[in-house]
Nanobody, 122 residues
């Protein structure tokens, strides 16, 4: 069974920073894309940033210039550093991973974490 566990959320003042982590564990053969999404109350889940296994990244406009996604393939972990946080960044942040479970199974599966709350408020 595969699990993605996020950590690092919390309450931060406007202008502050946070570093979120998401570790994938379980029976995993290979991970391709890992990403961060967020969902604010009353809104749809939206992309924040994604990163491929070779380090290529893509950011939502809201994260460009303030966010940095990175990963440690040896630990199956993805990170999101967010700076200059604003109240509108308040949301539950979810990580996901597209992965293969076995070398004999060529299918890719998307798994999600349970989310971590980020609240930006003074």
């Amino acid at each position: 069974q595969v699990q993605l566990v996020e950590s690092g959320g919390g309450l931060v003042q406007p202008g502050g920073s946070l570093r979120l982590s998401c570790a994938a564990s379980g029976r995993i053969f290979r991970i391709d894309v890992m990403g961060w999404y967020r969902q604010a109350p009353g809104k749809q889940r939206e992309l924040v940033a994604v990163i491929t296994s070779d380090g290529s990244t893509n950011y939502a406009d809201s994260a460009k210039g303030r966010g940095t996604i990175s990963r440690d393939n040896t630990k199956n972990t993805v990170y999101l550093q967010m700076n200059d946080l604003k109240p509108e960044d308040t949301a539950v942040y979810y990580c996901n991973a597209d992965l293969r479970l076995y070398s004999t199974d060529s299918n890719w599966y998307r798994y999600w974490g349970q989310g971590t709350q980020v609240t930006v408020s003074s």
